[in-house]
């Protein structure tokens, strides 16, 4: 019993190592993609391609579920708020508060049916925070914070005179919160 517990922990501390390696090797692409591309004053894709990669590489570091929706949530909120610019360039009008709020809502709601039908989760599943699934959880906090540091980043510019305090200002305030809010829920739910 205490030799295949001492082999356990042996085994953890091993795929711990291995685990971030793989995450310094990932990470590294993205940070000089990020480097050499040019000055990005709005909302754009690199955003939510960036967040579609941050759902893979924390499910295949097989971190927890609420870790993976904080993910999902940011990619949720980026992927609505790429779709919002692309309706102001074609001119469809409307009140943006709702128009960004109805999008929001049709994209989680597509997600959500689509980890349904996939089998991510369902009645049998007993990973749950406050009755609810952890990975819907998650996504609830994640496009919080991911509004949240959004419209902060808008009222900096606004008191800056339009202008951000450094490139990528949006982009580094959103990933900030969500790495706090996934830090904070992997030491809770770990």
């Known amino acids: 019993m205490i030799k295949t517990?001492?082999?356990?922990?042996?085994?953890?501390?091993?795929?711990?190592?291995?685990?971030?390696?793989?995450?310094?090797?990932?990470?590294?692409?993205?940070l000089s993609l990020i480097a050499i591309l040019p000055e990005?004053?709005?909302?754009?894709?690199?955003?939510?391609?960036?967040?579609?990669?941050?759902?893979?590489?924390?499910?295949?570091?097989?971190?927890?579920?609420?870790?993976?929706?904080?993910?999902?949530g940011a990619m949720i909120v980026s992927s609505a708020l790429l779709v919002n610019n692309i309706f102001k360039k074609r001119n469809i009008g409307g009140n943006a508060f709702l128009r960004i709020g109805s999008i929001t809502v049709a994209t989680f709601v597509l997600t959500v049916l689509s980890f349904y039908f996939a089998g991510l989760f369902g009645p049998a599943n007993t990973h749950r925070i406050f009755g609810m699934e952890k990975i819907i959880f998650g996504s609830l906090s994640g496009a919080v914070v991911s509004f949240a540091a959004?419209?902060?980043?808008?009222?900096?510019?606004?008191?800056?005179?339009?202008?951000?305090?450094?490139?990528?200002?949006?982009?580094?305030?959103?990933?900030?919160?969500l790495i706090l809010n996934a830090v904070l829920f992997w030491g809770i739910f770990r």
């Open 5 to 30: 517990n001492i082999k356990n922990k042996q085994e953890k501390k091993i795929r711990k190592s291995h685990t971030y390696k793989i995450l310094v090797l990932l990470l590294i692409p993205l």
């Open 40 to 72: 990005v004053m709005a909302h754009c894709p690199l955003c939510t391609a960036a967040t579609i990669v941050g759902v893979g590489i924390t499910r295949s570091l097989g971190l927890d579920d609420s870790v993976i929706g904080v993910f999902v």
């Open 150 to 177: 959004f419209f902060a980043s808008n009222e900096i510019k606004r008191k800056n005179e339009g202008k951000v305090l450094f490139n990528y200002q949006t982009m580094a305030l959103t990933f900030g919160a």
